[in-house]
């Protein structure tokens, strides 16, 4: 698993991250694992511009 980008608002105090993992489950315990806190993680698909 690795993080590929992180996208900040400061202004709002948010935070969202983009990792590849093999499954949600699988991201959110090592998260759990290593007691990092996160509000929500929710499975998304990359759509590139190039590709269209």
Do not use: I
Request: contains cysteine; negative net charge.
């Amino acid at each position: 698993m690795a993080m590929d980008r992180a996208y900040t608002n400061r202004d709002e105090g948010f935070v969202c991250c983009c990792w590849n993992a093999p499954s949600l489950d699988s991201l959110k315990g090592l998260f759990e694992k290593a007691d990092a806190p996160f509000d929500k993680m929710e499975p998304v698909t990359e759509h590139l511009a190039a590709a269209w």
